[in-house]
């Protein structure tokens, strides 16, 4: 999910930033009440539709927007390819087109966005006058601390009452995992989907065993997670990588599985045995297809994302699109409980520090999350033409509906509510049974406020990007004839440039953050 490199010329940009924000909050140019509607323009991730329901719902939706608060939305895509560096720069352009923006504190680098301006800070006034019924929800369950600076000011709106899981994992099928020897179809090890992948590989030649594309670290990481007791630093990245992890029950000690230990060896070598196997294309690193499709069409065995994908889209469409698969879920770091509940912030709404209409975006935000009307034309689109209420009460979809290709695509996913959410017929029979068992042994994160300054790491941390980019695409696609010798070569090159003066700052950092709570 989720890294950026900033670069010097940004730096200065934002450094620019700054100086807007005042002018930002009084240069609101909100039209007198029956004049021209607002635009405004919100920022999401994803990769535009192009099947037409988008602008479809945008028509409706802006019926009730220019009703309720005489306003109109629009959506800024920032597409999937090269998004994280794409984001990044959309936010510290100074591009004043874009009034609320989709951010989240543990993969699209909420604190490091606020720190360089590209945030308005939001006072209670303003969010009590603008978004009250917001305010009020997020206020009672007493969540505004987790989107404050040093400063006590308030930078982004949190998603804080909406259930979801995101932890990752393999989806694989049970059909042929009982067929490989799996009873009940069941993986419950990591490793053990060697055996799997060989049973694919030998039994059925048209598919591959895990058709995976570009750079996806789950080789490894999934390993990593299920094997040690290290969580995360999620507020800190090295470009794609998350470098720093700390020890369960010694959260202020600060370490990394990329240079400490055996673990990442064992996960390389794994690595290197699929990679022998033929698990993957041979050009998997380079590949940039849409793997999830051809596992629906029956010509992959496995996929990797999280537990929200898995309940609310793998189950439905295997069992359409290949009845009696099975459907699996190996979730990452359940063989040792290694996994984390989401955090408040996953999910968030911050205000452009370049909005010509700040209180008027937030008009339009507390609509889309409070407003049932706005909330489902946002989410779910047009009923009876991109869903139907069931009679029982679900949220069911148009007679040859298909995901793939008539879906929304509005990716609204900062300000999501549980009060409004319709259990789906194209949720897994099972989902409830699948939280409640990641409920069981799932930990807190402990670092959900913890905002670490960068600057003194920022060259390093860009460094530690450049080796990691090196090595761990190879490493995760078992490409190097000998792991151990790589390993032991990025390491070194990881302390030449820096890894262990940054490490050290980040627990200085950490310990200081602590003593104060």
């Known amino acids: 999910m989720k890294r950026r490199t900033l670069t010097s010329a940004a730096a200065l940009v934002a450094l620019g930033l700054t100086t807007t924000m005042l002018a930002s909050c009084t240069g609101s140019t909100d039209e007198a009440e029956g004049g021209k509607p607002t635009e405004i323009t919100m920022l999401v991730l994803g990769d535009k539709p192009t099947n037409g329901h988008l602008e479809a719902m945008l028509d409706k939706l802006n019926e009730r927007l220019v009703e309720k608060a005489n306003a109109k939305l629009d959506l800024f895509y920032v597409e999937w390819a090269d998004w994280q560096t794409q984001y990044n720069l959309q936010l510290l352009s100074g591009d004043d087109n874009v009034d609320l923006i989709t951010t989240a504190s543990d993969w699209l680098f909420a604190w490091e966005n606020a720190e360089k301006g590209a945030f308005l800070p939001l006072s209670e006034d303003m969010l009590k006058e603008n978004a009250p019924k917001t305010w009020e929800q997020v206020d009672a369950e007493g969540d505004w601390d987790l989107t404050k600076l040093d400063d006590g000011q308030i930078y982004f709106i949190p998603e804080d009452n909406y259930t979801q899981w995101t932890n990752h994992g393999f989806f694989y099928r049970g059909d042929w995992a009982a067929e490989a020897g799996f009873a009940n179809g069941e993986i419950e090890k990591f490793e053990d989907f060697t055996t799997y992948f060989q049973w694919v590989k030998d039994n059925k030649p048209e598919a591959y065993p895990w058709d995976v594309a570009g750079a996806n670290e789950f080789a490894l990481t999934g390993y990593l997670q299920g094997h040690t007791d290290l969580q995360t630093i999620q507020q800190i990245t090295a470009g794609n990588y998350f470098p720093f992890q700390t020890p369960e029950g010694d959260e202020t000690s600060v370490t990394s599985w990329y240079m400490e230990g055996d673990d990442l060896l064992e996960a390389a070598e794994l690595a290197k045995e699929w990679n022998d196997i033929g698990v993957w294309r041979e050009d998997a690193l380079n590949y940039d297809g849409v793997t999830r499709e051809l596992m629906y069409a029956g010509l992959s065995g496995t996929d990797q994302h999280h537990t929200q994908t898995f309940v609310g889209q793998i189950v439905d469409n295997m069992e359409a699109k290949q009845p009696g698969s099975d459907p699996k879920l190996f979730s990452f770091g359940s063989e040792n409980g290694n996994y984390f509940r989401d955090i408040k912030t996953h999910g968030a709404m911050a205000v452009s520090a370049n909005s010509s209409n700040p209180e008027k ?44 290709t008539d879906g929304l695509g509005a990716n609204f996913w900062a300000g999501r509510m549980d009060e409004y959410e319709l259990p789906k017929v194209s949720d897994a029979p099972n989902k409830d049974e699948i939280y409640d068992a990641l409920d069981a042994d799932a930990k807190d994160y402990p670092y959900s406020t913890l905002v670490v300054d960068k600057t003194p790491i920022e060259s390093t941390l860009a460094a530690m990007s450049g080796v990691l980019s090196e090595y761990i695409p190879q490493l995760q696609y078992g490409k190097f004839d000998d792991p151990a010798a790589a390993i032991e070569e990025m390491r070194q090159k990881l302390k030449d440039v820096g890894y262990e003066d940054a490490r050290a700052d980040i627990e200085a950092q950490i310990k200081a953050w602590d003593e104060a709570r």
């Open 361 to 404: 975006a937030l008009q339009v935000y507390d609509l889309l999350r409070n407003d049932e009307e706005a909330y489902n034309l946002i989410n779910f689109g047009i009923e009876g033409t991109d869903y139907v209420i069931t009679d029982d009460g679900k949220l069911g979809y148009p007679e040859g509906y298909d995901s793939s």
